[in-house]
Protein backbone atom coordinates (compact mmCIF):
# COMPACT_ATOMS: atom_id res chain seq x y z
CA UNK A 1 0.00 0.00 0.00
CA UNK A 2 1.48 3.48 -0.95
CA UNK A 3 2.05 6.01 1.48
CA UNK A 4 -0.94 8.30 1.79
CA UNK A 5 0.08 11.37 3.41
CA UNK A 6 2.28 12.53 0.60
CA UNK A 7 -0.75 12.52 -1.77
CA UNK A 8 -2.64 13.84 0.50
CA UNK A 9 0.12 17.03 1.10
CA UNK A 10 0.11 17.24 -2.68
CA UNK A 11 -3.61 17.55 -3.21
CA UNK A 12 -3.62 20.58 -0.58
CA UNK A 13 -0.39 22.08 -2.00
CA UNK A 14 -2.28 22.25 -5.42
CA UNK A 15 -6.01 23.25 -3.96
CA UNK A 16 -4.55 25.78 -1.40
CA UNK A 17 -0.60 26.79 -2.71
CA UNK A 18 2.49 26.63 -1.09
CA UNK A 19 2.11 26.48 3.13
CA UNK A 20 3.12 29.19 5.01
CA UNK A 21 3.97 27.50 8.26
CA UNK A 22 3.40 24.23 9.47
CA UNK A 23 3.46 22.44 13.25
CA UNK A 24 3.21 18.67 14.40
CA UNK A 25 1.74 17.31 17.50
CA UNK A 26 2.18 13.75 18.43
CA UNK A 27 -0.03 12.63 21.25
CA UNK A 28 0.76 8.84 23.06
CA UNK A 29 -0.37 6.30 21.61
CA UNK A 30 -0.87 7.80 18.18
CA UNK A 31 0.11 8.78 14.57
CA UNK A 32 1.83 11.83 14.40
CA UNK A 33 -0.49 15.00 13.05
CA UNK A 34 0.67 18.11 11.46
CA UNK A 35 -1.49 21.63 11.06
CA UNK A 36 -0.03 23.04 7.37
CA UNK A 37 -1.09 26.82 7.40
CA UNK A 38 -2.37 28.36 3.67
CA UNK A 39 -2.29 32.10 3.70
CA UNK A 40 -4.56 33.52 0.60
CA UNK A 41 -5.50 37.16 0.97
CA UNK A 42 -7.39 37.90 4.12
CA UNK A 43 -8.02 34.17 4.42
CA UNK A 44 -5.90 31.78 6.76
CA UNK A 45 -6.51 28.47 5.84
CA UNK A 46 -5.27 25.55 8.20
CA UNK A 47 -5.40 21.66 6.94
CA UNK A 48 -4.52 18.92 9.29
CA UNK A 49 -2.03 16.11 7.54
CA UNK A 50 -2.30 12.80 9.18
CA UNK A 51 -5.71 12.30 10.42
CA UNK A 52 -6.02 10.20 6.60
CA UNK A 53 -2.75 7.87 7.49
CA UNK A 54 -5.35 5.10 8.94
CA UNK A 55 -8.90 4.56 7.73
CA UNK A 56 -11.22 5.44 10.56
CA UNK A 57 -13.00 2.63 12.02
CA UNK A 58 -16.67 1.76 12.91
CA UNK A 59 -16.33 2.10 17.35
CA UNK A 60 -18.49 -0.81 17.71
CA UNK A 61 -16.10 -3.00 14.86
CA UNK A 62 -14.44 -6.32 16.78
CA UNK A 63 -11.23 -5.29 14.88
CA UNK A 64 -10.77 -2.69 12.92
CA UNK A 65 -9.67 -3.17 9.09
CA UNK A 66 -5.74 -1.22 8.35
CA UNK A 67 -6.93 -0.46 5.02
CA UNK A 68 -10.57 -0.59 4.51
CA UNK A 69 -12.69 2.79 5.85
CA UNK A 70 -13.30 6.54 5.25
CA UNK A 71 -10.39 8.89 5.44
CA UNK A 72 -10.22 12.24 5.88
CA UNK A 73 -8.66 15.66 7.06
CA UNK A 74 -9.75 18.80 7.97
CA UNK A 75 -9.54 22.37 6.92
CA UNK A 76 -10.49 25.52 8.91
CA UNK A 77 -11.10 29.01 7.59
CA UNK A 78 -11.02 31.86 9.05
CA UNK A 79 -10.04 35.84 8.61
CA UNK A 80 -6.24 36.78 9.68
CA UNK A 81 -5.23 39.65 11.53
CA UNK A 82 -8.33 39.75 14.07
CA UNK A 83 -7.24 37.29 16.72
CA UNK A 84 -4.23 34.87 17.42
CA UNK A 85 -6.03 32.26 15.28
CA UNK A 86 -2.41 30.52 15.08
CA UNK A 87 -3.20 29.15 18.53
CA UNK A 88 -6.29 26.63 16.73
CA UNK A 89 -3.07 24.56 15.90
CA UNK A 90 -3.40 22.26 18.84
CA UNK A 91 -7.15 21.83 19.01
CA UNK A 92 -6.78 21.20 15.17
CA UNK A 93 -4.33 18.11 15.90
CA UNK A 94 -6.36 16.91 18.66
CA UNK A 95 -9.96 16.79 16.32
CA UNK A 96 -7.79 15.41 14.09
CA UNK A 97 -6.02 12.48 15.95
CA UNK A 98 -9.98 11.96 17.61
CA UNK A 99 -10.79 9.15 15.33
CA UNK A 100 -7.76 7.15 16.44
CA UNK A 101 -7.98 7.92 20.37
CA UNK A 102 -11.54 7.93 20.81
CA UNK A 103 -12.41 5.62 17.62
CA UNK A 104 -14.93 8.00 16.24
CA UNK A 105 -15.78 8.24 12.51
CA UNK A 106 -15.55 12.05 11.56
CA UNK A 107 -18.31 12.72 8.65
CA UNK A 108 -20.53 15.64 7.68
CA UNK A 109 -23.24 17.02 10.18
CA UNK A 110 -20.94 15.98 13.27
CA UNK A 111 -20.27 18.46 15.95
CA UNK A 112 -16.52 17.93 17.29
CA UNK A 113 -15.98 19.86 20.55
CA UNK A 114 -12.49 20.51 22.37
CA UNK A 115 -13.94 21.93 25.38
CA UNK A 116 -11.73 25.05 25.56
CA UNK A 117 -11.88 28.23 23.11
CA UNK A 118 -10.31 27.30 19.52
CA UNK A 119 -7.96 30.03 20.14
CA UNK A 120 -7.38 32.84 22.98
CA UNK A 121 -10.63 34.94 23.36
CA UNK A 122 -12.64 32.58 20.44
CA UNK A 123 -15.97 32.84 21.16
CA UNK A 124 -16.06 28.87 19.82
CA UNK A 125 -15.07 25.44 21.86
CA UNK A 126 -16.78 23.14 18.83
CA UNK A 127 -16.69 22.92 15.31
CA UNK A 128 -19.53 21.75 13.17
CA UNK A 129 -18.03 19.09 10.03
CA UNK A 130 -19.53 20.36 7.14
CA UNK A 131 -19.78 18.54 3.46
CA UNK A 132 -16.40 18.35 1.58
CA UNK A 133 -15.53 19.13 -2.06
CA UNK A 134 -15.94 22.62 -2.10
CA UNK A 135 -12.71 23.64 -1.30
CA UNK A 136 -10.16 20.87 -1.48
CA UNK A 137 -11.73 17.89 -3.83
CA UNK A 138 -11.25 14.31 -2.61
CA UNK A 139 -8.39 12.18 -3.14
CA UNK A 140 -8.84 9.26 -4.30
CA UNK A 141 -7.08 6.45 -3.88
CA UNK A 142 -6.45 2.68 -5.06
CA UNK A 143 -8.70 -0.08 -4.30
CA UNK A 144 -9.81 -1.39 -1.80
CA UNK A 145 -8.69 1.85 0.19
CA UNK A 146 -11.56 4.94 0.32
CA UNK A 147 -11.02 8.24 -1.02
CA UNK A 148 -9.67 11.18 1.52
CA UNK A 149 -12.46 13.62 2.18
CA UNK A 150 -11.25 17.25 2.95
CA UNK A 151 -13.88 18.14 5.48
CA UNK A 152 -14.44 22.02 5.87
CA UNK A 153 -14.87 22.95 9.83
CA UNK A 154 -17.46 25.43 10.99
CA UNK A 155 -16.89 27.10 14.05
CA UNK A 156 -19.64 26.98 16.26
CA UNK A 157 -20.49 28.90 19.55
CA UNK A 158 -22.11 26.89 22.54
CA UNK A 159 -25.67 28.45 22.08
CA UNK A 160 -25.03 27.27 18.32
CA UNK A 161 -23.94 23.53 19.60
CA UNK A 162 -26.81 23.28 21.85
CA UNK A 163 -29.51 24.54 19.09
CA UNK A 164 -27.78 22.29 16.55
CA UNK A 165 -28.08 19.15 18.87
CA UNK A 166 -32.12 19.58 18.73
CA UNK A 167 -32.84 21.16 15.69
CA UNK A 168 -30.00 19.32 13.45
CA UNK A 169 -26.79 20.71 11.57
CA UNK A 170 -28.79 21.48 7.92
CA UNK A 171 -30.96 23.85 10.23
CA UNK A 172 -27.96 25.50 11.93
CA UNK A 173 -26.91 26.36 8.24
CA UNK A 174 -29.36 27.43 6.63
CA UNK A 175 -30.08 29.90 9.53
CA UNK A 176 -26.36 31.21 9.42
CA UNK A 177 -26.65 31.58 5.62
CA UNK A 178 -30.67 33.39 6.06
CA UNK A 179 -28.69 35.45 8.91
CA UNK A 180 -25.67 36.27 6.48
CA UNK A 181 -23.50 34.96 9.17
CA UNK A 182 -19.61 35.61 8.55
CA UNK A 183 -18.45 32.20 9.40
CA UNK A 184 -14.57 32.64 8.93
CA UNK A 185 -14.65 35.48 11.40
CA UNK A 186 -12.91 35.01 14.59
CA UNK A 187 -14.60 36.75 17.07
CA UNK A 188 -18.06 36.70 15.93
CA UNK A 189 -21.18 36.02 17.86
CA UNK A 190 -23.82 33.98 17.82
CA UNK A 191 -26.24 33.97 15.43
CA UNK A 192 -29.92 35.11 16.26
CA UNK A 193 -31.60 31.46 17.40
CA UNK A 194 -35.10 32.92 18.48
Given at each position: ?????????????????????????????????????FQEG?????????????????????????????????????????????????????????????????????????????WPGA????????????????????????SVRF????????????????????????????????????????????
Amino acid sequence: MADVLPLVEARLVTALGEPDARAAVTFLGTDRVEVLRFQEGDIVRYATLGMSAQPMADPTAVIADPVAGPRAELVLSVRSGLADTDKVLRPLAVLAASPQVEGVVVAPGASLDVGEPLWPGAPFTSVLVAEPGGLVEDLELDEPMESVRFLPLLPMTPNEAAWKRVHGAQALQERWLTRGTDLRHPTRASVALD
